[in-house]
């Protein structure tokens, strides 16, 4: 296992204790752990990078979290 949602999210500070073995659908090759958060939220995008690109431009794109 290569790396931890710990790095990247902060699913952590919320007192999320779940590990899940994140794993390629291809082949089968685990990738690392993620927290439930993370690996739904990966599942729910296909594992499709291009798509997660896109939904993160969206959120920058539209200010997302800043009220004008």
């Known amino acids: 296992m290569r ?3 710990a790095e990247f999210c902060d699913g952590w500070s ?4 779940l590990l899940c ?3 390629d659908h ?3 090759e ?3 752990l993620l927290c439930q958060r993370c690996n739904v939220a990966l599942g729910n ?3 499709d990078p291009e798509r997660v690109r ?3 431009r969206y959120l920058v794109e539209r ?6």
């Open 21 to 23: 073995i994140d794993h």
């Open 54 to 56: 896109n939904l993160a």
């Open 14 to 17: 919320g007192g999320i204790k």
């Open 63 to 68: 200010k997302w979290g800043q009220r004008g």
């Open 30 to 32: 685990a990738r690392g």
């Open 3 to 5: 790396r931890c949602c």
């Open 26 to 28: 291809g082949t089968g």
């Open 45 to 47: 995008m296909g594992d």
